[in-house]
């Protein structure tokens, strides 16, 4: 079946970039998604990218995209400390209708 | 506009109980999704609804769990008996139809003793 995996956890200074990185399985993954999930909350779409892109870009966070690998990134500039949480990478497959996989999730800590 | 609701909020039962979770997700989204998350892991789809059907419960345990969406609008999450493992928080989310973006409620968290 479909997996996708994350780093646990990343810690950065204030101000700094922060780089989020994700590997998939799926080779028919058609979005690929970034979402975050702040302590005691629901998940809150990010961003997302159609599986024939690049790069997209939008305001502070930067996707980037590597399907030959099949590797995701998520750059966040300028981390400020409310982009303290968890960030989840997830895929979607279109067979009819969107069934998204998500990965276990990587925990930003951001350093005042 | 509002969002998906969810209640309870939190919800502590003993194994072997029963317990159910409501949902109404953001009013005209066709479709419906019940995820759950255990600690320290992603969500993990239970069941899809595409307004009062069915398209994808293959992760449900149907032995315990239960769900349906009567008119196509609210819908329930029923386990029957809890075990320990179901300790979790459940998510309900809504889609306005098969595209790629989806709004998630706030969870309920579940704690079986």
């Known amino acids: 079946g479909e997996d996708v995996e994350q780093s646990l956890f990343l810690s950065v200074r204030e101000g700094d970039s922060s780089v989020i990185n994700c590997t998939y399985t799926?080779?028919?993954?058609?979005?690929l998604y970034w979402y975050k999930q702040e302590p005691g909350a629901g998940l809150q779409l990010l961003t997302y990218?159609?599986?024939?892109?690049d790069m997209k870009q939008d305001q502070r966070l930067t996707v980037l995209l590597n399907k030959k690998d099949k590797h995701l990134s998520l750059r966040i500039a300028d981390t400020q400390t409310g982009d303290s949480a968890i960030y989840f990478c997830?895929?979607?497959?279109?067979?009819?209708?969107?069934?998204?996989?998500f990965g276990t999730g990587t925990k930003l800590q951001v350093i005042p | 506009e509002a969002g998906v609701a969810q209640s309870p909020r939190y919800k502590i039962i003993e194994k072997r109980q029963s317990v159910a979770f409501w949902c109404n997700p953001i009013?005209?989204?066709?479709?419906l999704y019940w995820y759950q998350q255990i600690l320290g892991q992603g969500p993990k789809l239970l069941i899809q609804?595409?307004?009062?059907?069915?398209?994808?419960d293959s992760q449900l345990p149907k032995d315990r769990f239960s769900a349906e969406r009567l008119k196509g609008v609210d819908s329930t999450l029923k386990i029957q008996p809890a075990k320990l493992e179901d300790s979790a928080v459940y998510l309900c989310?809504?889609?306005?139809?098969?595209?790629?973006?989806?709004?998630f409620g706030p969870g309920t968290r579940l704690t079986v003793l």
């Open positions: 009013s005209g989204h066709a479709t």
């Open positions: 990218i159609f599986s024939n892109m």
């Open positions: 989310a809504s889609s306005p139809g098969l595209g790629p973006e989806q709004f």
């Open positions: 799926d080779s028919s993954s058609t979005y």
């Open positions: 609804f595409q307004n009062n059907g069915v398209v994808d």
């Open positions: 997830a895929e979607s497959t279109t067979g009819g209708y969107q069934k998204v996989t």
